[in-house]
């Protein structure tokens, strides 16, 4: 696997209010990652406290491991350039809603995913960002594919 280099993403992890020491916090062998560093979300009135995956090996381990999330509680999925993304549930035991997320923060396509599963849900076009929340969490607030989500990862000048 290619490392994507720290000096690089400084600048990214800065716009998005994130600071370089959490860099270093990653998550031991086997077991949930739970101390990313985090960013604000919202969605119209609603709030999302954001972990966010910014690193190869952030994003390959992501939920991964837990056995619950709380309900104001997603991952935010930072890729360095937009493109096709796809995600899958190996070792994930908690339902998933995948938001693709295009770069001003309007969703591009929602994918619910089970558990365990290994099927692969794509974003309909490329993006940067994936925002991970528990399945049904964009339903229940009537949140859809267009509508925008804001905060320091969206509003950054690219």
Avoid at 14 to 42: E, H, K, M, V, Y
Avoid at 51 to 68: C, N, S, W, Y
Avoid at 73 to 90: D, H, P, S, T, Y
Avoid at 125 to 130: D, L
């Amino acid at each position: 696997m290619t490392r994507f280099p720290r000096r690089r993403l400084l600048p990214l992890l800065t716009a998005c209010g994130l600071a370089w020491p959490a860099l270093a916090q990653f998550a031991p062998a086997g077991g949930p990652q739970l101390d990313l560093p985090r960013t604000p979300i919202s969605a119209g009135m609603h709030r999302i406290d954001a972990q966010v995956a910014a690193t190869p090996e952030q994003r390959q381990i992501g939920l991964m491991h837990r056995k619950d999330m709380p309900v104001h509680e997603g991952m935010l999925f930072v890729f360095e350039q937009a493109g096709v993304q796809c995600f899958w549930m190996k070792n994930t035991l908690i339902p998933l809603t995948a938001a693709f997320v295009a770069d001003d923060g309007a969703i591009v396509n929602l994918a619910d995913m089970k558990p365990l599963d290994e099927a692969s849900h794509c974003s309909a076009k490329p993006v940067r960002y994936v925002l991970e929340m528990n399945q049904g969490w964009f339903e229940q607030r009537h949140l859809k594919a267009g509508m925008k989500l804001r905060g320091p990862a969206f509003d950054a000048k690219r």
